[in-house]
């Protein structure tokens, strides 16, 4: 079975801190994402990435940055968290063209103070 | 501006009932409709829908795309409390590198 794991289910920061999310997968997939959940907005892409190396915004990247340096780890980066931050972070991986084997990690919830 | 619209955002139902969920879309280059259900954190896939009028099944769910209409249901027959789940919808791209659009989802809530 393929596994993603996020490293935390849930993260409380203060307002300026730098917050890393961590996110590896084990089934040697090509593509990478991450999304923030929030109630009433469903699932929006931040980032994404298809190979090592590479990264291509998704549809709300302000205020966020990733970094893929190996094929099996994609890390989410806030720069200087802010409340509106605050939400519920879901990774995902597949091997390209195959959306259907989209699997999801089971999310971080953070809270920004 | 791709949009995927689902309705209602939330359901409140008794076991055995048989409920239907509604996704609704405008989005151009359409490749495909995906359902998923996230009962705690992870989502995982139901189906995926490419062609017009063919039903996909698996147990009490099934689902059916209409490319005229732009949209697509969910049905669950018999209801359990296991039903009980976020569904979401999505849509996936011809081009975009396989992003997809989701929907904001559908709590469906099966009441003992």
């Known amino acids: 079975d393929v596994k993603v794991t996020q490293s935390s289910r849930y993260l409380v920061k203060r307002t300026g801190e730098k917050v890393f999310l961590e996110c590896v997968q084990d089934m040697d997939h090509e593509n990478m994402f991450w999304y923030r959940q929030d109630p009433g907005l469903g699932l929006r892409l931040i980032y994404f990435?298809?190979?090592?190396?590479?990264?291509e915004k998704g549809d709300i990247p302000e205020g966020y940055s990733v970094s893929r340096e190996k094929k099996e780890r994609f890390s989410l980066i806030l720069e200087s968290a802010s409340t509106n931050q605050t939400s519920m972070y879901l990774c995902a991986s597949s091997p390209p063209g195959q959306n259907e084997k989209l699997f999801f990690g089971s999310g971080t919830q953070l809270s920004v103070l | 501006e791709d949009k995927v619209v689902q309705s209602p955002l939330s359901l409140v139902v008794h076991e055995g009932d048989t409920v239907t969920l509604n996704c609704s879309y405008e989005v151009t280059n359409f490749r495909s409709l995906l359902w998923y259900k996230q009962e705690k954190k992870a989502p995982t896939f139901l189906f995926m829908l490419?062609?017009?009028?063919i039903e996909k099944k698996s147990g009490r769910l099934s689902s059916i795309l209409d490319k005229k209409e732009l949209s697509s249901i969910l049905n669950i027959t018999a209801t359990q409390t296991g039903d009980s789940a976020i569904y979401l919808c999505a849509v996936e791209r011809l081009q975009g590198a396989q992003k997809l659009v989701f929907g904001q989802g559908t709590r469906l809530t099966i009441n003992p």
């Open positions: 990435s298809y190979d090592v190396k590479m990264k």
């Open positions: 490419t062609s017009s009028g």
